[in-house]
Structures are given as C-alpha cells and as structure tokens.
C-alpha cells in the first residue's frame, strides 16, 4: 500500500513571500501524485498532478511542484503567495493498476498573512 | 461540465439516529466514491464503486455504514445508528474510466455531519 507524510501541519507566511509546502510518500510501484487544495465548507479542487514525464508539474494558480523519485517527495511551491491562498492543502498518491485508491496525507494549513 | 453534487450541505442529528447522504458524480464518470474526512484528517476512503458494483469497501464499518449506487449513477450512503465519532465531513468523488483520462478524482463539496 501508498502513504503520504506532510511534514508541516501549519505554514504561516508573509503576502508575497515564496511557500513551500512539503509531501513525501511512501510506495513499492510507481505513484501518480496530487495536489488538492481544500478551502473552507468547501470540497477539494484539484491543483496539479503528476503521472510521467517532465519531473516539474505546473498547475492552476501559479503553484508548482517537482517530483523526486530518489527522495519520494513531491513538494508544491509557489513564488509569491496571496491572501486567497489561505487554505488546506493536501497531498495524495494512487498506483495505477491497483484501482487508483487515493491515500491522503493529513493536509497543511496556509495562512498568508497580509 | 457540472460537477459532482452532494446533498444536504449540513446535517445535524443525535447519536443513534439515522442519515443519509446523496452524491450524484459528473456524468459519464463510472467510478464513485466515498470518503469520511474527520477535522484536522485527510480524506479516507470508505468505499468505491465501479458503475453498481462494490470495488473496495474493505475500510467501510459494515456495522452501521451502508452505501448503495443501483443504477450505476448516483449513490446513497447511510449511517444507522450515528456515534459521536462519526462526526466528520463526507465527501464523494468521481473518476472518468477511459485511459488517459481515469486518473484525477474530481470532489463534491462534502456533507458536513455533526452527531450530538
């Protein structure tokens, strides 16, 4: 089976300052991976995904993130944050061929502090 | 495309009491899902549907849980009797099942539980 580690559980950060929100995962076969941010009373919006190819995942409101295979991670970036990205992000790993079972970690709140 | 809706928003029983929960996933989409989130958890998956049929329900307290999708579209699922610990938001997701696109899972907005 696939778990996820999301090392951080709060990150406050400055209006316009660079965010680094940190996932490693754990899995014997290759993963795809997301990113999925949740605000409140609300369901969780996909923010990138990475299945193959190019190790850099750009995704919806100017987020990133890098797939390393050698270190399990893959940790979501973005350059200059904004109030509304105050929100639960979460990271999550499916296998393909084992009916895409999502494993969630346990989410990191951003707040962005004006 | 609309996307996957889920009713009611809220609900607020006592413990022992019945409730139910609808999802109706984005169209075309053949797999379904449950998932329980407990505040300050990540999502964990109850139970996943193939079009009516049971794919996993292996995390799913067969108890007091049930979930049902009859025709293959949209699914109920059912806590009887509420515990106290059942409090949590309960979110259904969609998949699409045609390679190369059967691999995101798309949200409803969850319903929000509280079990007095």
């Known amino acids: 089976a696939q778990s996820v580690t999301q090392l951080d559980s709060q990150v406050p950060v400055f209006e316009e300052a660079p965010v680094e929100l940190r996932c490693n995962y754990s899995s014997s076969v290759s993963v795809y991976l997301f990113w999925y941010v949740q605000y409140p009373n609300q369901g969780l919006q996909l923010l990138l995904k990475y299945l193959s190819g190019s190790t850099l995942v750009k995704g919806i409101n100017g987020f990133e993130a890098e797939f390393n295979k050698s270190q399990t991670s893959f940790h979501l970036r973005k350059p200059s944050v904004h109030i509304s990205d105050t929100a639960e992000y979460f990271c999550?790993?499916?296998?393909?061929?084992?009916?895409?079972?999502?494993?969630f970690g346990t989410g990191t709140s951003l707040t962005v502090i004006p | 495309e609309a996307g996957v809706a889920q009713s009611p928003r809220y609900k607020i029983i006592e413990k022992r009491q019945s409730v139910a929960f609808w999802c109706n996933p984005i169209?075309?989409?053949?797999?379904l899902y449950w998932y329980q989130q407990i505040l300050g958890q990540g999502p964990k998956l109850l139970i996943q549907?193939?079009?009516?049929?049971?794919?996993?329900d292996s995390q799913l307290p067969k108890d007091r849980f049930s979930a049902e999708r009859l025709k293959g579209v949209d699914s109920t699922l059912k806590i009887q009797p509420a515990k106290l610990e059942d409090s949590a938001v309960y979110l259904c997701a969609s998949r699409h099942y045609k390679t190369g696109r059967n691999e995101t899972q798309y949200f409803g907005p969850g319903t929000r539980l509280l079990v007095l």
């Open positions: 169209s075309g989409h053949a797999t």
């Open positions: 999550a790993v499916s296998a393909p061929n084992t009916g895409n079972q999502f494993y």
């Open positions: 549907f193939q079009n009516n049929g049971v794919v996993d």
